[in-house]
């Protein structure tokens, strides 16, 4: 049975499974778990998008506690809060690797034999 506790630890992930749901956002944690803290400016650069749109993908990475900022002078730096998630990112690189070899297995099933 689900307690209080369980729903409430189900919720939390589920928020930051959900804040890592955009695939420029996960361009964005990749790019700093590779290549450290990053501008907003250079991040809008690799993305090609506008400043703005990239601030709001770095302001939900950071409400869910993904990212950490850090400012310079006037301009603002974000981190990994926590080396856990480049491992995380690979752990999930497993389970598509997986998922292939799976599919490849079943579509060669499907051959007629020699």
Not at 56 to 84: E, M, P, Q
Request: aromatic fraction near 4%; charged fraction near 25%.
């Amino acid at each position: 049975m689900m307690t209080e506790q369980d729903q409430l630890r189900a919720e939390t992930r589920a928020a930051v499974l959900k804040a890592l749901a955009h695939p420029t956002r996960i361009f964005i944690v990749e790019v700093i778990d590779r290549e450290g803290p990053q501008s907003v400016q250079k991040l809008a650069a690799m993305v090609d998008a506008d400043t703005s749109t990239v601030s709001r993908h770095l302001s939900v990475l950071k409400n869910a506690g993904i990212l950490r900022d850090r400012k310079d002078g006037t301009t603002v730096f974000y981190s990994l809060s926590c080396g856990c998630i480049g491992g995380f990112m690979d752990g999930l690189e497993g389970l598509l690797r997986a998922r292939r070899m799976r599919d490849q297995e079943a579509w060669a099933a499907t051959l007629p034999g020699e």
